[in-house]
């Protein structure tokens, strides 16, 4: 079992900010995947991004490319999400999830064993 808890949303203007951190715990997390989802009301939960144990491997979805930067430390077991140029569209509850071996996909919520709980982000215009 592995264990993620996200930290690091809040309220931020557009144009603004944040950097979200996932932390996990349980068994050592270097072998899996991690991802970030989010959720806006209304919505479905969709891909932001993913990235391989080596972190070698990075993946974003079309709408923060560029905008976005994942990261890991597996030495502190944490995943990060930069996020620069914020959006009121990025406004949503931001999930971190990880995936162990052997790597089924990147982008769909069903390819991920665990999750956190989420942690909002709000952009305001």
């Known amino acids: 079992q592995v264990q993620v808890v996200e930290s690091g949303g809040g309220l931020v203007q557009a144009g603004g900010s944040l950097r979200l951190s996932c932390a996990a715990s349980?068994?050592?997390?270097?072998?899996?995947?991690m991802g970030w989802f989010r959720k806006a009301p209304g919505k479905e939960r969709e891909f932001v991004a993913a990235i391989s144990w080596s972190g070698g491997s990075v993946y974003y979805a079309d709408s923060v490319k560029g905008r976005f930067t994942i990261s890991r430390e597996n030495a502190k077991n944490t995943v990060y999400l930069h996020m620069t140029s914020l959006k009121p569209v990025d406004t949503a509850v931001y999930y971190c999830a990880a995936e162990k071996p052997p790597i089924k996909g990147w982008t769909r919520p069903s390819d991920y064993d665990y999750w956190g709980q989420g942690t909002q982000v709000t952009v305001s215009s």
């Open positions: 349980g068994r050592a997390f270097s072998p899996y995947a």
